[in-house]
Protein backbone atom coordinates (compact mmCIF):
# COMPACT_ATOMS: atom_id res chain seq x y z
CA UNK A 1 0.00 0.00 0.00
CA UNK A 2 3.11 2.27 0.69
CA UNK A 3 3.72 2.62 -2.77
CA UNK A 4 -0.01 3.32 -4.01
CA UNK A 5 1.44 6.46 -1.50
CA UNK A 6 3.60 7.64 -2.94
CA UNK A 7 2.18 7.52 -6.42
CA UNK A 8 -1.10 9.40 -5.56
CA UNK A 9 1.69 12.39 -3.79
CA UNK A 10 3.64 12.30 -7.47
CA UNK A 11 0.47 12.78 -8.88
CA UNK A 12 -0.59 15.34 -6.91
CA UNK A 13 2.33 17.26 -7.01
CA UNK A 14 2.27 17.72 -10.33
CA UNK A 15 -1.65 19.59 -10.09
CA UNK A 16 0.49 21.51 -7.49
CA UNK A 17 2.83 22.48 -10.43
CA UNK A 18 0.03 24.04 -12.45
CA UNK A 19 -1.12 25.71 -9.63
CA UNK A 20 2.29 27.02 -8.66
CA UNK A 21 2.67 28.26 -12.31
CA UNK A 22 -1.06 29.72 -12.21
CA UNK A 23 -2.25 27.28 -14.40
CA UNK A 24 -5.20 26.39 -11.83
CA UNK A 25 -6.62 28.86 -8.88
CA UNK A 26 -6.09 27.36 -5.31
CA UNK A 27 -9.78 26.57 -5.70
CA UNK A 28 -9.64 24.34 -8.30
CA UNK A 29 -6.53 22.58 -6.92
CA UNK A 30 -7.90 21.71 -3.90
CA UNK A 31 -10.64 20.00 -5.80
CA UNK A 32 -8.62 18.28 -8.22
CA UNK A 33 -5.93 17.29 -5.74
CA UNK A 34 -9.03 15.56 -3.28
CA UNK A 35 -10.67 13.83 -6.27
CA UNK A 36 -7.41 12.37 -7.98
CA UNK A 37 -6.69 11.30 -4.40
CA UNK A 38 -9.75 9.59 -3.63
CA UNK A 39 -10.09 7.91 -7.28
CA UNK A 40 -6.59 6.58 -6.85
CA UNK A 41 -6.59 5.46 -3.37
CA UNK A 42 -10.42 4.30 -3.65
CA UNK A 43 -10.12 2.53 -7.01
CA UNK A 44 -6.65 1.61 -7.16
CA UNK A 45 -6.71 0.66 -3.73
CA UNK A 46 -9.18 -1.78 -4.09
CA UNK A 47 -7.39 -3.29 -7.58
CA UNK A 48 -4.30 -3.48 -4.99
CA UNK A 49 -5.79 -5.10 -1.83
CA UNK A 50 -8.00 -7.28 -3.53
CA UNK A 51 -7.09 -7.91 -6.65
CA UNK A 52 -3.69 -7.93 -6.25
CA UNK A 53 -2.76 -6.83 -9.58
CA UNK A 54 -0.32 -4.33 -9.94
CA UNK A 55 -1.01 -3.75 -14.05
CA UNK A 56 -4.25 -2.79 -13.55
CA UNK A 57 -3.47 -0.05 -10.74
CA UNK A 58 -0.33 1.21 -13.23
CA UNK A 59 -3.17 1.45 -16.35
CA UNK A 60 -5.53 3.17 -14.38
CA UNK A 61 -2.86 5.82 -13.40
CA UNK A 62 -1.42 6.33 -16.35
CA UNK A 63 -5.03 7.26 -17.85
CA UNK A 64 -7.04 8.68 -15.37
CA UNK A 65 -3.65 10.98 -14.08
CA UNK A 66 -3.09 12.39 -17.60
CA UNK A 67 -6.90 13.21 -17.67
CA UNK A 68 -6.67 15.47 -14.61
CA UNK A 69 -3.34 17.33 -16.16
CA UNK A 70 -5.07 17.55 -19.33
CA UNK A 71 -8.01 19.20 -17.58
CA UNK A 72 -5.34 21.65 -16.07
CA UNK A 73 -3.93 22.67 -18.80
CA UNK A 74 -6.86 23.87 -20.77
CA UNK A 75 -8.64 25.37 -17.31
CA UNK A 76 -4.94 27.12 -17.09
CA UNK A 77 -5.33 28.28 -20.88
CA UNK A 78 -9.13 29.58 -20.33
CA UNK A 79 -7.27 31.35 -16.95
CA UNK A 80 -5.16 33.30 -19.73
CA UNK A 81 -7.35 33.91 -22.26
CA UNK A 82 -10.15 35.52 -20.61
CA UNK A 83 -7.50 37.12 -18.04
CA UNK A 84 -8.88 35.32 -14.56
CA UNK A 85 -10.79 32.59 -13.77
CA UNK A 86 -13.90 32.74 -16.61
CA UNK A 87 -17.22 33.75 -16.08
CA UNK A 88 -18.79 30.34 -17.32
CA UNK A 89 -21.73 31.82 -19.14
CA UNK A 90 -18.59 33.35 -21.06
CA UNK A 91 -16.97 29.56 -21.65
CA UNK A 92 -20.14 28.43 -22.33
CA UNK A 93 -20.80 30.71 -25.33
CA UNK A 94 -16.97 30.31 -26.47
CA UNK A 95 -17.05 26.57 -26.23
CA UNK A 96 -20.04 25.43 -27.64
CA UNK A 97 -21.39 28.38 -29.20
CA UNK A 98 -19.11 27.87 -32.09
CA UNK A 99 -18.88 26.24 -35.27
CA UNK A 100 -15.40 24.61 -37.49
CA UNK A 101 -14.41 27.17 -39.35
CA UNK A 102 -14.02 29.59 -36.43
CA UNK A 103 -12.80 26.72 -34.33
CA UNK A 104 -9.82 26.88 -36.98
CA UNK A 105 -9.25 30.14 -36.99
CA UNK A 106 -9.15 30.11 -32.87
CA UNK A 107 -6.72 27.79 -33.12
CA UNK A 108 -4.60 29.55 -35.52
CA UNK A 109 -4.85 33.19 -33.42
CA UNK A 110 -4.01 31.00 -30.58
CA UNK A 111 -1.31 28.68 -31.35
CA UNK A 112 1.13 30.07 -29.20
CA UNK A 113 -0.45 29.96 -26.01
CA UNK A 114 -2.07 26.71 -26.73
CA UNK A 115 1.47 25.55 -27.46
CA UNK A 116 2.70 26.28 -24.01
CA UNK A 117 -0.43 24.70 -22.26
CA UNK A 118 0.05 21.86 -24.05
CA UNK A 119 3.99 22.23 -22.99
CA UNK A 120 2.99 22.19 -19.81
CA UNK A 121 0.48 19.25 -19.78
CA UNK A 122 3.50 17.18 -21.23
CA UNK A 123 6.27 17.92 -19.04
CA UNK A 124 4.11 17.31 -16.17
CA UNK A 125 2.59 14.02 -17.86
CA UNK A 126 6.11 13.20 -18.69
CA UNK A 127 7.54 14.03 -15.15
CA UNK A 128 4.94 11.91 -13.54
CA UNK A 129 5.49 8.94 -15.87
CA UNK A 130 9.21 9.07 -14.84
CA UNK A 131 8.95 9.11 -11.38
CA UNK A 132 6.44 6.20 -11.34
CA UNK A 133 8.61 3.79 -13.33
CA UNK A 134 11.22 4.84 -10.73
CA UNK A 135 8.98 3.56 -8.19
CA UNK A 136 8.16 0.49 -9.78
CA UNK A 137 11.64 -0.05 -9.89
CA UNK A 138 12.00 0.62 -6.39
CA UNK A 139 9.05 -1.69 -5.41
CA UNK A 140 10.13 -4.61 -7.60
CA UNK A 141 12.92 -4.70 -5.59
CA UNK A 142 11.43 -5.46 -2.61
CA UNK A 143 9.51 -7.94 -0.85
CA UNK A 144 5.71 -7.10 -0.51
CA UNK A 145 3.36 -8.30 1.92
CA UNK A 146 -0.20 -8.98 1.00
CA UNK A 147 -2.58 -6.47 2.08
CA UNK A 148 -4.42 -6.56 5.49
CA UNK A 149 -7.37 -6.01 6.83
CA UNK A 150 -6.25 -2.84 7.45
CA UNK A 151 -5.62 -1.76 4.46
CA UNK A 152 -8.64 -3.52 2.88
CA UNK A 153 -10.48 -1.26 5.15
CA UNK A 154 -9.23 1.60 4.12
CA UNK A 155 -9.63 0.99 -0.24
CA UNK A 156 -13.03 0.14 0.70
CA UNK A 157 -13.33 3.66 2.83
CA UNK A 158 -11.69 5.96 0.45
CA UNK A 159 -13.71 4.04 -2.51
CA UNK A 160 -17.00 4.95 -0.19
CA UNK A 161 -15.70 8.34 0.24
CA UNK A 162 -15.33 8.83 -3.56
CA UNK A 163 -19.20 7.99 -4.32
CA UNK A 164 -19.94 10.38 -1.81
CA UNK A 165 -17.87 13.52 -3.04
CA UNK A 166 -19.97 12.75 -6.56
CA UNK A 167 -22.88 12.96 -3.99
CA UNK A 168 -22.24 16.61 -3.89
CA UNK A 169 -23.07 18.44 -7.14
CA UNK A 170 -19.59 21.00 -6.80
CA UNK A 171 -17.12 18.18 -6.38
CA UNK A 172 -19.14 16.21 -9.25
CA UNK A 173 -18.83 19.27 -11.61
CA UNK A 174 -14.76 19.29 -11.17
CA UNK A 175 -13.95 15.76 -12.12
CA UNK A 176 -12.40 15.62 -15.38
CA UNK A 177 -14.85 13.09 -17.22
CA UNK A 178 -17.86 15.09 -16.10
CA UNK A 179 -16.71 18.89 -16.38
CA UNK A 180 -17.31 19.41 -20.09
CA UNK A 181 -20.23 17.07 -20.66
CA UNK A 182 -22.11 18.40 -17.80
CA UNK A 183 -21.03 22.35 -19.46
CA UNK A 184 -22.47 21.26 -22.51
CA UNK A 185 -25.55 19.91 -20.99
CA UNK A 186 -26.03 22.95 -19.01
CA UNK A 187 -25.81 25.07 -22.56
CA UNK A 188 -28.31 23.10 -23.89
CA UNK A 189 -30.47 23.59 -21.10
CA UNK A 190 -29.65 27.26 -21.44
CA UNK A 191 -30.40 27.29 -25.18
CA UNK A 192 -33.80 25.25 -24.66
CA UNK A 193 -34.75 27.81 -21.80
CA UNK A 194 -33.59 30.70 -24.61
CA UNK A 195 -36.17 29.31 -27.13
CA UNK A 196 -39.30 28.86 -24.68
CA UNK A 197 -38.80 32.08 -23.73
CA UNK A 198 -38.43 33.91 -26.86
CA UNK A 199 -41.64 32.16 -27.74
CA UNK A 200 -43.52 32.93 -24.98
CA UNK A 201 -42.81 36.69 -25.86
CA UNK A 202 -43.44 36.35 -28.88
CA UNK A 203 -46.75 35.35 -28.11
CA UNK A 204 -47.56 38.37 -26.20
CA UNK A 205 -46.76 40.67 -28.91
CA UNK A 206 -50.38 39.83 -30.03
CA UNK A 207 -51.66 41.99 -27.41
CA UNK A 208 -48.72 44.07 -25.77
CA UNK A 209 -50.92 46.63 -24.02
CA UNK A 210 -49.12 46.08 -21.13
CA UNK A 211 -46.46 47.37 -22.62
CA UNK A 212 -48.09 51.32 -22.65
CA UNK A 213 -45.89 51.97 -26.08
CA UNK A 214 -46.73 55.18 -27.69
CA UNK A 215 -44.86 56.33 -30.73
CA UNK A 216 -43.96 59.93 -30.26
CA UNK A 217 -42.23 61.13 -33.16
CA UNK A 218 -42.00 62.37 -36.81
CA UNK A 219 -44.38 61.05 -39.61
CA UNK A 220 -41.09 59.21 -41.01
CA UNK A 221 -38.51 58.46 -39.00
CA UNK A 222 -34.97 55.80 -39.65
CA UNK A 223 -33.19 54.56 -36.72
CA UNK A 224 -29.83 52.09 -37.41
CA UNK A 225 -28.20 50.67 -34.73
CA UNK A 226 -24.59 49.39 -35.75
CA UNK A 227 -23.07 46.93 -33.43
CA UNK A 228 -19.33 46.73 -33.80
CA UNK A 229 -17.50 43.39 -32.54
CA UNK A 230 -14.22 43.06 -30.37
CA UNK A 231 -13.60 47.09 -31.13
CA UNK A 232 -11.59 48.94 -28.54
CA UNK A 233 -11.89 52.57 -28.59
CA UNK A 234 -7.78 52.61 -27.63
CA UNK A 235 -7.27 52.24 -31.43
CA UNK A 236 -9.24 54.60 -32.93
CA UNK A 237 -7.61 57.91 -33.82
CA UNK A 238 -11.29 59.50 -33.19
CA UNK A 239 -10.21 58.86 -29.49
CA UNK A 240 -6.57 60.58 -29.74
CA UNK A 241 -4.98 57.11 -31.01
CA UNK A 242 -1.50 57.95 -32.90
CA UNK A 243 -1.93 56.32 -35.61
CA UNK A 244 -4.77 57.19 -38.29
CA UNK A 245 -6.97 54.30 -37.99
CA UNK A 246 -10.06 56.07 -38.31
CA UNK A 247 -9.78 58.55 -41.42
CA UNK A 248 -13.66 58.92 -42.23
CA UNK A 249 -14.69 59.15 -38.68
CA UNK A 250 -11.78 62.05 -38.04
CA UNK A 251 -13.45 63.99 -41.08
CA UNK A 252 -17.03 63.69 -39.84
CA UNK A 253 -16.41 64.24 -36.57
CA UNK A 254 -18.27 67.65 -35.98
CA UNK A 255 -21.14 65.45 -37.27
CA UNK A 256 -21.01 62.94 -34.35
CA UNK A 257 -21.45 62.65 -30.67
CA UNK A 258 -18.07 61.00 -29.69
CA UNK A 259 -18.40 59.26 -26.26
CA UNK A 260 -15.33 59.08 -24.32
CA UNK A 261 -16.22 57.04 -21.41
CA UNK A 262 -18.49 54.16 -22.13
CA UNK A 263 -17.85 50.43 -21.03
CA UNK A 264 -19.58 46.97 -21.89
CA UNK A 265 -21.20 44.89 -19.60
CA UNK A 266 -18.72 41.98 -20.64
CA UNK A 267 -15.89 40.67 -22.47
CA UNK A 268 -17.94 38.40 -24.74
CA UNK A 269 -20.70 38.94 -27.57
CA UNK A 270 -23.73 37.48 -25.89
CA UNK A 271 -23.52 38.60 -22.72
CA UNK A 272 -22.99 42.14 -23.72
CA UNK A 273 -26.08 41.69 -26.39
CA UNK A 274 -28.19 40.30 -24.16
CA UNK A 275 -27.79 43.64 -21.59
CA UNK A 276 -27.53 46.00 -24.74
CA UNK A 277 -31.10 44.92 -26.62
CA UNK A 278 -33.36 43.72 -23.78
CA UNK A 279 -34.39 45.11 -20.26
CA UNK A 280 -31.89 43.32 -18.47
CA UNK A 281 -29.13 44.80 -17.24
CA UNK A 282 -25.75 43.67 -15.01
CA UNK A 283 -28.01 44.38 -11.83
CA UNK A 284 -30.86 41.99 -13.48
CA UNK A 285 -28.97 39.82 -15.95
CA UNK A 286 -32.43 37.89 -16.46
CA UNK A 287 -34.76 40.04 -16.75
CA UNK A 288 -34.66 39.59 -20.28
CA UNK A 289 -36.75 36.69 -19.95
CA UNK A 290 -39.91 38.06 -18.88
CA UNK A 291 -39.71 41.62 -20.49
CA UNK A 292 -39.73 42.50 -24.25
CA UNK A 293 -36.78 43.49 -25.95
CA UNK A 294 -35.89 46.39 -28.43
CA UNK A 295 -37.17 45.01 -31.67
CA UNK A 296 -40.67 43.69 -29.88
CA UNK A 297 -41.15 47.11 -28.56
CA UNK A 298 -40.20 48.85 -31.72
CA UNK A 299 -42.57 46.82 -33.77
CA UNK A 300 -45.43 47.65 -31.15
CA UNK A 301 -44.82 51.54 -31.88
CA UNK A 302 -45.20 50.85 -35.60
CA UNK A 303 -41.83 50.00 -37.07
CA UNK A 304 -40.97 47.80 -39.63
CA UNK A 305 -37.93 46.26 -38.32
CA UNK A 306 -34.65 45.08 -40.19
CA UNK A 307 -31.20 42.75 -38.88
CA UNK A 308 -28.48 42.84 -41.07
CA UNK A 309 -25.32 40.71 -40.05
CA UNK A 310 -22.25 39.13 -41.01
CA UNK A 311 -22.01 36.88 -38.21
CA UNK A 312 -23.96 32.95 -38.12
CA UNK A 313 -27.84 32.76 -38.01
CA UNK A 314 -27.45 29.71 -35.63
CA UNK A 315 -25.46 31.88 -32.95
CA UNK A 316 -27.43 30.66 -29.96
CA UNK A 317 -29.41 33.71 -28.22
CA UNK A 318 -28.43 36.23 -30.87
CA UNK A 319 -30.16 34.33 -33.71
CA UNK A 320 -33.31 33.44 -31.56
CA UNK A 321 -33.26 37.68 -31.29
CA UNK A 322 -32.37 38.34 -35.05
CA UNK A 323 -35.58 36.11 -35.67
CA UNK A 324 -37.67 38.58 -34.43
CA UNK A 325 -37.29 40.99 -37.15
CA UNK A 326 -39.68 41.63 -40.06
CA UNK A 327 -36.77 40.95 -42.41
CA UNK A 328 -33.35 39.87 -41.91
CA UNK A 329 -30.67 38.96 -43.96
CA UNK A 330 -27.18 36.88 -43.28
CA UNK A 331 -24.55 37.37 -45.52
CA UNK A 332 -22.36 35.16 -43.33
CA UNK A 333 -23.36 31.65 -44.34
CA UNK A 334 -22.76 29.12 -41.58
CA UNK A 335 -19.20 29.84 -40.95
CA UNK A 336 -20.07 33.01 -38.48
CA UNK A 337 -16.80 34.53 -36.87
CA UNK A 338 -14.46 31.67 -38.42
CA UNK A 339 -15.23 33.01 -42.20
CA UNK A 340 -13.03 36.43 -43.83
CA UNK A 341 -16.26 37.44 -45.48
CA UNK A 342 -15.86 41.29 -45.12
CA UNK A 343 -18.38 43.95 -43.53
CA UNK A 344 -18.37 45.74 -47.09
CA UNK A 345 -20.19 43.06 -47.90
CA UNK A 346 -23.18 44.09 -45.61
CA UNK A 347 -23.82 47.43 -47.85
CA UNK A 348 -26.16 46.17 -50.65
CA UNK A 349 -28.38 44.30 -48.13
CA UNK A 350 -28.21 47.70 -45.54
CA UNK A 351 -29.32 49.53 -48.82
CA UNK A 352 -32.20 47.47 -49.58
CA UNK A 353 -33.53 48.35 -45.97
CA UNK A 354 -32.62 51.72 -45.77
CA UNK A 355 -34.54 52.24 -49.28
CA UNK A 356 -37.72 50.13 -47.96
CA UNK A 357 -41.02 52.41 -47.93
CA UNK A 358 -41.88 51.67 -44.26
CA UNK A 359 -42.36 55.17 -43.18
CA UNK A 360 -40.52 53.74 -39.33
CA UNK A 361 -37.69 51.69 -39.59
CA UNK A 362 -35.56 50.04 -37.66
CA UNK A 363 -31.95 48.79 -38.81
CA UNK A 364 -29.93 46.48 -36.62
CA UNK A 365 -26.53 46.20 -38.51
CA UNK A 366 -23.94 43.65 -36.70
CA UNK A 367 -20.85 43.58 -38.16
CA UNK A 368 -17.25 40.93 -37.75
CA UNK A 369 -15.42 44.20 -36.99
CA UNK A 370 -12.29 43.47 -35.14
CA UNK A 371 -12.84 39.89 -33.75
CA UNK A 372 -9.21 37.70 -33.77
CA UNK A 373 -7.96 36.73 -36.46
CA UNK A 374 -7.92 40.34 -37.33
CA UNK A 375 -6.21 40.00 -40.30
CA UNK A 376 -9.16 37.96 -41.96
CA UNK A 377 -11.28 41.02 -41.16
CA UNK A 378 -9.61 43.27 -44.05
CA UNK A 379 -8.99 43.01 -47.39
CA UNK A 380 -5.09 43.01 -48.33
CA UNK A 381 -5.20 47.10 -49.28
CA UNK A 382 -5.83 47.63 -46.12
CA UNK A 383 -3.00 46.45 -44.96
CA UNK A 384 -1.84 49.91 -43.56
CA UNK A 385 0.34 49.12 -40.56
CA UNK A 386 1.81 46.00 -41.35
CA UNK A 387 5.23 45.70 -39.99
CA UNK A 388 5.48 49.85 -39.05
CA UNK A 389 7.89 51.49 -37.39
CA UNK A 390 5.99 54.24 -35.12
CA UNK A 391 5.46 55.63 -32.48
CA UNK A 392 2.71 52.77 -31.39
CA UNK A 393 5.14 49.81 -32.20
CA UNK A 394 8.48 51.88 -30.23
CA UNK A 395 5.73 52.39 -27.38
CA UNK A 396 4.85 48.77 -26.99
CA UNK A 397 8.66 47.48 -27.59
CA UNK A 398 9.36 50.10 -24.62
CA UNK A 399 6.80 48.36 -22.51
CA UNK A 400 8.17 44.54 -23.35
CA UNK A 401 5.64 43.93 -25.98
CA UNK A 402 6.91 40.64 -27.78
CA UNK A 403 7.19 41.09 -31.47
CA UNK A 404 4.30 38.26 -32.17
CA UNK A 405 2.23 40.85 -30.10
CA UNK A 406 3.13 44.07 -31.78
CA UNK A 407 2.01 42.05 -35.25
CA UNK A 408 -1.12 41.50 -33.70
CA UNK A 409 -1.86 45.50 -32.96
CA UNK A 410 -0.87 46.00 -36.68
CA UNK A 411 -3.18 43.26 -38.00
CA UNK A 412 -5.87 44.56 -35.40
CA UNK A 413 -5.35 48.39 -36.52
CA UNK A 414 -5.69 47.40 -39.76
CA UNK A 415 -9.31 45.72 -39.10
CA UNK A 416 -10.24 48.86 -37.38
CA UNK A 417 -9.34 51.12 -40.14
CA UNK A 418 -11.35 48.88 -42.13
CA UNK A 419 -14.02 48.98 -39.97
CA UNK A 420 -13.76 52.90 -40.10
CA UNK A 421 -14.43 52.93 -44.01
CA UNK A 422 -17.42 50.37 -43.80
CA UNK A 423 -19.05 52.64 -41.14
CA UNK A 424 -18.54 56.12 -42.53
CA UNK A 425 -20.10 54.22 -45.81
CA UNK A 426 -22.97 53.23 -43.50
CA UNK A 427 -23.41 57.17 -42.08
CA UNK A 428 -22.72 58.18 -45.84
CA UNK A 429 -25.39 56.05 -47.36
CA UNK A 430 -27.44 57.18 -44.48
CA UNK A 431 -27.26 60.73 -45.03
CA UNK A 432 -28.14 60.43 -48.46
CA UNK A 433 -31.27 58.37 -48.64
CA UNK A 434 -34.69 60.04 -48.69
CA UNK A 435 -33.61 63.74 -47.97
CA UNK A 436 -36.40 64.70 -45.73
CA UNK A 437 -36.68 61.75 -43.27
CA UNK A 438 -35.55 62.33 -39.81
CA UNK A 439 -32.82 59.70 -39.36
CA UNK A 440 -30.20 58.60 -36.21
CA UNK A 441 -27.61 56.02 -36.23
CA UNK A 442 -25.77 54.55 -33.17
CA UNK A 443 -22.50 52.99 -33.08
CA UNK A 444 -21.48 50.90 -30.53
CA UNK A 445 -19.30 47.60 -30.10
CA UNK A 446 -20.33 45.04 -27.82
CA UNK A 447 -17.26 44.70 -25.83
CA UNK A 448 -13.27 45.64 -26.09
CA UNK A 449 -10.30 43.64 -27.15
CA UNK A 450 -6.91 43.56 -25.13
CA UNK A 451 -4.13 43.75 -27.77
CA UNK A 452 -1.04 44.80 -25.89
CA UNK A 453 -2.33 47.46 -24.37
CA UNK A 454 -2.08 46.28 -20.47
CA UNK A 455 -0.14 42.66 -21.26
CA UNK A 456 1.17 40.36 -23.80
CA UNK A 457 -2.08 39.08 -24.84
CA UNK A 458 -4.11 39.68 -27.60
CA UNK A 459 -8.03 38.21 -27.43
CA UNK A 460 -10.44 38.29 -25.31
CA UNK A 461 -10.11 39.46 -21.51
CA UNK A 462 -11.91 39.55 -18.70
CA UNK A 463 -9.78 41.56 -16.09
CA UNK A 464 -8.15 44.00 -18.54
CA UNK A 465 -9.79 47.30 -18.95
CA UNK A 466 -9.40 47.12 -22.73
CA UNK A 467 -11.66 44.22 -22.87
CA UNK A 468 -14.12 46.67 -21.93
CA UNK A 469 -13.21 50.20 -23.04
CA UNK A 470 -15.24 50.58 -25.85
CA UNK A 471 -16.53 53.11 -28.71
CA UNK A 472 -19.95 54.99 -29.12
CA UNK A 473 -20.94 57.57 -31.28
CA UNK A 474 -24.36 58.87 -32.40
CA UNK A 475 -24.78 60.70 -35.55
CA UNK A 476 -28.23 62.71 -36.37
CA UNK A 477 -29.19 63.70 -39.78
CA UNK A 478 -30.95 66.34 -38.13
CA UNK A 479 -28.64 67.65 -35.69
CA UNK A 480 -30.05 70.44 -33.11
CA UNK A 481 -26.74 73.12 -32.88
CA UNK A 482 -24.79 72.53 -29.24
CA UNK A 483 -22.27 74.90 -27.49
CA UNK A 484 -19.33 73.56 -27.08
CA UNK A 485 -19.21 73.30 -23.60
CA UNK A 486 -22.61 71.42 -23.82
CA UNK A 487 -21.42 69.16 -26.63
CA UNK A 488 -18.16 68.08 -24.26
CA UNK A 489 -20.48 67.54 -21.37
CA UNK A 490 -22.76 65.81 -22.86
CA UNK A 491 -19.89 63.53 -24.69
CA UNK A 492 -17.74 62.94 -21.01
CA UNK A 493 -21.04 61.26 -19.62
CA UNK A 494 -19.80 57.68 -18.17
CA UNK A 495 -21.90 54.77 -19.04
CA UNK A 496 -22.37 51.40 -19.63
CA UNK A 497 -24.28 49.71 -22.23
CA UNK A 498 -26.31 47.69 -20.24
CA UNK A 499 -28.43 50.58 -20.20
CA UNK A 500 -28.41 50.71 -24.45
CA UNK A 501 -31.72 49.80 -25.09
CA UNK A 502 -33.28 53.53 -23.13
CA UNK A 503 -31.09 54.80 -25.21
CA UNK A 504 -32.17 53.45 -28.99
CA UNK A 505 -35.66 53.62 -26.92
CA UNK A 506 -35.38 57.82 -27.19
CA UNK A 507 -33.66 57.67 -30.49
CA UNK A 508 -36.66 55.75 -31.53
CA UNK A 509 -38.83 58.31 -29.72
CA UNK A 510 -40.56 55.46 -27.93
CA UNK A 511 -42.63 55.85 -24.42
CA UNK A 512 -43.46 52.98 -22.47
CA UNK A 513 -43.20 51.22 -18.84
CA UNK A 514 -39.61 50.09 -20.36
CA UNK A 515 -38.16 52.95 -21.04
CA UNK A 516 -36.14 54.67 -17.91
CA UNK A 517 -34.99 58.49 -19.14
CA UNK A 518 -32.16 58.56 -16.51
CA UNK A 519 -30.37 55.36 -18.38
CA UNK A 520 -30.82 57.45 -21.58
CA UNK A 521 -27.15 59.32 -21.97
CA UNK A 522 -29.07 61.91 -24.62
CA UNK A 523 -31.49 62.77 -21.64
CA UNK A 524 -31.53 65.63 -19.75
CA UNK A 525 -32.86 63.31 -16.66
CA UNK A 526 -29.75 61.10 -17.29
CA UNK A 527 -28.12 60.16 -14.18
CA UNK A 528 -24.70 58.35 -14.03
CA UNK A 529 -24.58 55.10 -11.97
CA UNK A 530 -21.63 52.63 -10.66
CA UNK A 531 -19.95 50.48 -13.64
CA UNK A 532 -18.62 46.94 -13.29
CA UNK A 533 -16.43 44.75 -15.04
CA UNK A 534 -16.67 40.94 -14.29
CA UNK A 535 -18.37 41.70 -10.58
CA UNK A 536 -15.01 44.77 -10.03
CA UNK A 537 -16.03 48.40 -9.48
CA UNK A 538 -14.88 50.24 -12.99
CA UNK A 539 -12.64 53.28 -12.24
CA UNK A 540 -11.25 54.93 -15.54
CA UNK A 541 -7.35 55.69 -15.59
CA UNK A 542 -6.75 53.63 -12.46
CA UNK A 543 -4.77 50.75 -12.72
CA UNK A 544 -6.50 48.96 -10.07
CA UNK A 545 -10.03 47.59 -9.96
CA UNK A 546 -11.91 47.23 -6.71
CA UNK A 547 -14.46 44.53 -5.96
CA UNK A 548 -17.56 45.48 -5.45
CA UNK A 549 -19.11 45.50 -1.98
CA UNK A 550 -20.63 41.86 -1.56
CA UNK A 551 -18.95 40.36 -4.68
CA UNK A 552 -17.82 36.96 -4.69
Request: glycine share 6%; net charge neutral.
Amino acid sequence: MLILFCRVLFSIAGLLLFFLFDQLSANECLKLCVLLAAFLLGVGGVLHAWGRNASAVTVLLRVVVPVFYLDAAIKGFLRGYFGMRPNPNAVLQAMFATDQAETGEFFLHNSIALAQSAGWFVLVTAALLLADRQLLRWQAARDSAAPGLLQKSFAATMAVFLVLLHVNTTMRRENPALFWPLRYQQYSAQLEAMKSMQHALTAAMAAPREWHVRYAGEDARTVILVIGESTNRASMSLYGYPRATTPRLDAMRSKLLVFNDVISPASSTVESMMTMLTPADIGNPDAWMAKPNLLMLAEAAGYKTFWVSNQTRNDGWIGLLAGEADESDFINYGTGRGENNFDGNLLPPFARALADSAPKKLIVVHLLGAHPSYDMRYPSHFAHFDQTQDAVSAHMASQGRSSWIRNRRDEYDNAIRYGDYVLGTLIGMADQAKGGRAASLLFVSDHGQEVGYSRNHAGHSASDKSGYEIPMLIWNKQQAPQSTAARAALESRPYQTDKLDATVLGLLKIETRYYAAHDDILSSAFQPVQRFMNGLQYQRGTPVLVRAPGAS
